[in-house]
């Protein structure tokens, strides 16, 4: 660990990212980006597929210091590789000062990630390419008004899944996905712990490869509840182990936390009103246990 | 024709309203469009929608740029000049204004020479999310051709799918202001379809081509989004208790998702008012609770007091 990384207080107090974009107030998204972009620094080139974040940089206003380039949904990290190569091929030919690399960050919600750019996102780490994926999950399609995505979890009510139960899947685990192309590096964190996603994203940024950034996004409207809880309902999801914090490096997945003693599912769960049919008008117990014994039995390997 | 355009922060239930509108209108025989305008619609941020009523089949399309009634769920959009709220008004518009305040002052402060109808909004935060409804219900008092049945109709076809409490509690809010505004009814008139003759082809002006340091010099700025001022979206503020802030590890300052809060010098916090949009996560994680939240409207109120 980076000694520099110890406590809060080693945080960056000054930000990079500019006030004034376009996302909704208490954007569990933006709050991991605004983070992230304080360790990895102005010399950065998101490539932003279609999502939420298609709005932060609308013309002529930008929250970045550096540059943005919007790409269609499947095709960032094919922009990521067209980055990567144009500065190297720059650099190699004496045109640009090494001094002047930049680090090519595709920058994609989970629609993207886990459903229909999986497939540009599998060859570019197949290539190699050194760029750093980051995905903020905010569990649908939220930018159109949360329909569900592969990374909808079980029960889940979105504009797509409005049956009795919620969402009939179960999220589509888009770390182990990575894992198994074996990248250099993948790592889940959350805006709400700040201080461990702070360590992930300087172990990121000294690394050469592909490497993911998975970011939980509590999305206040498409997960309904109060804006001002999107810290807690984040701190919830660890505290529950519905979202593990870990990372893979060196071939190895490490749980950077490991919540002890873990709180039951339904404390997250009862918080947000896209699972409010799963306690009213009655609990809807077979969906409960199932959540449950879900996160349970990860837990029950890890800890194997 | 009635030419209706609605505005309102998103999470007021605007398009909602539309919806309503529409449907009532409908139900009351007429051919109708409503519409919302799809773009940034976030909580807080300006929105709106349009609704054409007609007795003839309704061949125009787009956005509505004479309106004869704007209706704006919430007063403080006047001051945001991108939410065009007065665009394409003239003597013959009808403005109602759900707020605060009488009718002439709001005539004379906005230099409007139609009719203007104030719909009294109490404030709470409960009528504030429903500010669509009512002014859906208040539209259709104006127009004078809706029913209150017509109007309970809409409401139970728009909002079946969010059950019975919505519907009971939207119906009870689009009703009292189709009460409220009953001395109004009928002082909305259908205006005419549009002319092809009046078409006036926009205002072109032709810029010569220059590289782009020159035409173009924003998109070599950093940090450019600092000029919208996303504080305009805040219906609640956070206020710093400098007597009891630790002067901690800057938890409110990394926590805030928006860049909002910088730390000074001697380490106390500092809201960025003008970019602030009122998520409160300020207010929820500061440990030693120094931060409290204030009702927008109430603290605009105690610094006007306050100004000389």
């Not at chain 1, 039951?264 to 769960?269: F, R, T």
């Not at chain 2, 807080?44 to 509505?64: C, D, F, L, T």
Request: with cysteine; aromatic share 6%.
């Amino acid at each position: 660990m980076n000694p520099a990384l110890r406590r809060m207080k080693d945080l960056p107090s000054t930000h990079l990212l500019g006030a004034g974009s376009a996302m909704c107030a208490g954007c569990g998204g933006l709050l991991a980006l605004h983070e992230i972009y304080d360790l990895l620094g102005a010399r950065t080139v998101f490539v932003n597929a279609a999502s939420c974040m298609t709005l932060l940089a609308s013309y002529p206003f930008t929250p970045f210091r550096g540059s943005w380039l919007y790409t269609a949904m499947a095709s960032a990290p094919a922009g990521a590789q067209g980055v990567r190569d144009a500065l190297d091929i720059l650099i190699g030919q004496g045109r640009l000062p090494p001094e002047e690399d930049l680090t090519a960050v595709a920058l994609t919600g989970d629609g993207a990630a886990t459903g229909i750019g999986l497939s540009a996102t599998s060859g570019a780490i197949d290539r190699g390419l050194d760029f750093i994926y980051l995905c903020y999950d905010n569990e649908g399609y939220g930018n159109t008004g949360q329909q569900s995505s592969p990374a909808t979890p079980l029960g889940a009510r979105t504009a797509t899944s409005g049956g009795a139960h919620g969402h009939a899947a179960s999220k589509k685990d888009l770390f182990a996905i990575w894992v198994a192309h074996r990248p250099v590096y993948a790592a889940t964190v959350v805006g709400a712990d700040p201080l461990d996603l702070a360590r992930k994203i300087d172990k990121a940024r000294a690394l050469t490869g592909p490497r993911l950034i998975h970011a939980l996004a509590p999305c206040p409207p498409g997960w309904s509840f109060d804006p001002a809880e999107a810290v807690e309902i984040g701190r919830l999801a660890v505290k529950t182990g519905v979202w593990p914090l870990k990372e893979y490096v060196d071939g190895k997945v490490v749980h950077t936390h490991v919540p002890h003693p873990r709180l039951p599912v339904e404390e997250y769960l009862k918080r947000q009103g896209r699972f409010r049919h799963l306690f009213e008008p009655e609990r809807d117990v077979q969906v409960l246990a199932r959540i449950q014994s879900q996160v349970d039995a990860y837990w029950a390997e890890v800890c194997a | 024709m009635y030419r209706i355009r609605l505005h309102g922060r998103g999470g007021q239930g605007i398009k909602t309203g539309s919806r309503i509108l529409g449907s009532a209108f409908f139900g009351a025989g007429f051919e109708v469009q409503d519409a919302p305008v799809y773009g940034a619609e976030r909580r807080g941020a300006s929105m709106a929608a349009h609704v054409r009523a007609a007795r003839s089949p309704i061949r125009e399309r787009g956005v509505i740029t004479r309106p004869d009634l704007v209706a704006l769920a919430d007063e403080t959009l006047l001051q945001v000049p991108a939410a065009n709220v007065l665009s394409g008004v003239g003597p013959d518009s009808v403005l109602l204004l759900h707020g605060n305040g009488d009718a002439e002052t709001w005539r004379a402060r906005l230099a409007f020479s139609g009719t203007v109808v104030v719909l009294p909004a109490a404030g709470e935060h409960a009528e504030a999310e429903l500010g669509g409804a009512r002014c859906a219900g208040a539209a259709a008092r104006l127009a004078g051709v809706i029913s209150r049945q017509q109007l309970m109709a809409a409401i139970a076809q728009e909002l079946a799918s969010l059950g019975p409490s919505a519907t009971e509690t939207t119906t009870a809010q689009a009703l009292a202001a189709y009460d409220a505004v009953a001395r109004h009814a009928g002082v909305l008139r259908e205006s005419r379809p549009a002319a092809a003759v009046a078409f006036a082809a926009p205002e072109w002006i032709d810029l010569p081509l220059e590289s782009a340091r020159i035409a173009a010099p924003d998109i070599f700025a950093a940090a450019t989004s600092v000029e919208m001022r996303t504080g305009l979206w805040r219906t609640m503020r956070p206020e710093i208790d400098y007597a009891h802030c630790n002067r901690c590890a800057w938890i409110c300052s990394t926590l805030c998702p928006d860049s909002a809060i910088r730390v000074l010098a001697d380490r106390s916090p500092e809201i960025d008012l003008e970019h602030c949009k009122g998520c409160m996560i300020c207010v929820s994680v500061c440990p030693p609770h120094a931060i409290r939240a204030l009702p927008e409207r109430a603290a605009r109120a105690r610094e006007l007091a306050a100004a000389p």
